[in-house]
């Protein structure tokens, strides 16, 4: 539940309003909303489609990150065809931190390591001050604060999306994962563990993962396109010859039922 909401900060990568491009030979056809592409993914079932929403997608700029929510999952989220308005995401992020019975958002600062606040003055710099004017006049103590609210209304960190509660929350919660997961195929020493031929497998790159499923996309696949950055052949892309990245192994395939199309 901690990594759900740790990771429920994607939600705020999302633009308003959001818009999905569709790009087909460099030509902008088309956009749709997000709103109207959740649960309904029928758009990708039409050939040639899921290369537009690819190329759309590497090619849309990303917004800097902040402590806003698009309209598009508070007020529309699940919306049924026809219908004004939707559900709220936001709120219900809260809602399953309270069900769960999760400790605020000033308990995992102290977890962390970090300052807590017995006033909401304490939280200035650490946050917008209108976001803590807009705390001061809902809730009576910092202590009240929910995990996720507090979290994502952090300042990110240099170099980073997320502020320093939810850096730790994350960071924390997939490493207790990773190391507890007898499974997890850099474990030494159980029948899961990757053979240094399938471990060539990280070293592959974006862009030749993107190749696998479609055609053309730019060496930065991060970076939208420019003179520096233009479309290339996947057949140029080093590493997009062997996609399987040594996955082979006298036992067979590590993974018989991915099909790569």
Request: net charge negative; aromatic share 12%.
């Amino acid at each position: 539940m901690i990594l759900v909401h740790g990771n429920r900060t994607r939600n705020l990568w999302l633009t308003m309003p959001v818009l999905v491009p569709l790009i087909c030979l460099r030509v902008f056809p088309s956009s749709r909303r997000l709103s109207d592409l959740i649960r309904q993914p029928f758009d990708l079932y039409r050939a040639g489609v899921l290369d537009e929403y690819f190329m759309g997608l590497m090619n849309q700029v990303a917004q800097a990150m902040d402590d806003s929510v698009t309209q598009e999952v508070t007020n529309h989220l699940f919306k049924k065809p026809g219908a004004r308005f939707g559900m709220d995401l936001a709120a219900f992020n809260m809602q399953r931190g309270r069900e769960f019975g999760l400790p605020g958002y000033m308990d995992f600062r102290k977890f962390c390591g970090l300052p807590g606040a017995d006033t909401f003055d304490e939280l200035f710099g650490s946050m917008s001050n209108e976001t803590i004017r807009r705390y001061a006049s809902i809730y009576e103590h910092p202590s009240d604060v929910d995990l996720w609210s507090g979290g994502v209304s952090e300042r990110p960190l240099p170099g980073s999306m997320v502020g320093p509660t939810f850096a730790c929350v994350i960071a924390t919660q997939f490493s207790y994962s990773r190391r507890g997961d007898r499974f997890w195929y850099e474990n030494g020493n159980q029948p899961s563990s990757f053979t240094p031929g399938q471990s060539t497998l990280c070293l592959g790159s974006i862009v030749a993962t993107v190749c696998i499923l479609k055609n053309g996309p730019q060496p930065f696949s991060l970076h939208v396109s420019s003179v520096i950055n233009e479309y290339v052949y996947c057949a140029h892309v080093q590493g997009f010859d062997s996609p399987y990245g040594g996955l082979e192994s006298g036992t067979g395939d590590v993974f018989p039922n991915i099909v790569f199309a």
